[in-house]
């Protein structure tokens, strides 16, 4: 009988064209070409993926970045492959947009659970299962923001399957009434997932856009400028955060029921 774990190692290297002695220990997840780019310039090493659905890379200290797309469905495919050999830790580096009035274009936010607004996660784990991260990993995380004397925020993340929703009033009037601190569209699988299959995970989020107000919906001018400011410190925290946990952070231990 073929087996998840079968699969996993099979369809790993065949979404993203890496062989799977290549991943490492740790991995960054992101929705960017671009991050994956900037991590294989940084350390000199290759893009596998480039004509895959995914695309990745791995530095010498033996993290690995993917880019596996956008949306919950990729973000539980990615989740469910990486079982092919469990990281000891999953960080994502995603968009989101701003909810709340204090919230502003180019905060990051650690959130400290999810909404399971997009169904994906109800494949995995019932309804009542919170989605939340693993709290040492953004503990470090944390930690290194403050270092860098970075203001960030925490709250409730909901996920949604939507892209074009800004129009739709009775949708923003459930957002305000379920009081998230902004919206995004994969941290809720991450973390369901992440916990289906005993991975360590974690998300730190860039506030991109605001688009609770008609003049903060994202534009592809605005988001190239979110890029321009604050992407390379994205980037750079989670390539911190993920190098220096193993030798500095606090052992992570996936909670077994």
């Known amino acids: 009988m073929v087996t998840k774990l079968d699969l996993a190692r099979d369809w790993l290297p065949r979404y993203t064209g890496m062989p799977l002695e290549k991943f490492g220990d740790y991995v960054l997840l992101t929705n960017f070409r671009t991050y994956v780019s900037k991590f294989a310039k940084k350390f000199g090493c290759e893009v596998h993926g480039e004509d895959r659905p995914m695309q990745a890379a791995t530095n010498e200290d033996g993290l690995t970045i993917v880019n596996f797309g956008i949306g919950s469905p990729n973000a539980a495919t990615v989740m469910d492959l990486l079982t092919a050999y469990h990281p000891e830790a999953v960080l994502f580096l995603g968009k989101c947009g701003g909810l709340k009035t204090s919230t502003e274009i180019g905060n990051f936010i650690l959130p400290i659970g999810a909404i399971r607004g997009e169904g994906t996660s109800d494949d995995y784990l019932p309804k009542l299962v919170p989605a939340l991260p693993s709290f040492k990993l953004h503990k470090f995380v944390s930690d290194k923001l403050v270092e860098r004397k970075l203001d960030y925020r925490t709250g409730v993340i909901y996920t949604t399957n939507r892209r074009v929703w800004e129009h739709d009033e009775q949708f923003k009037a459930r957002l305000v009434e379920y009081t ?16 289906k299959n005993e991975i360590s995970r974690g998300a730190l989020l860039l506030v991109s856009d605001l688009p609770m107000s ?44």
Do not use: C
Request: no cysteine; glycine share 8%; aromatic share 6%.
């Open 180 to 195: 998230p601190i902004a919206i995004d569209m994969e941290v809720a699988t991450l973390f369901i997932v992440g916990h």
């Open 214 to 257: 008609e003049h903060g919906i994202k534009t592809q001018a605005s988001d190239a400028k979110v890029d321009s400011n604050w992407s390379d410190v994205h980037l750079e925290i989670g390539i911190e955060s993920l190098t220096e946990i193993g030798e500095k952070g606090e052992k992570i231990k996936h909670f077994r029921y």
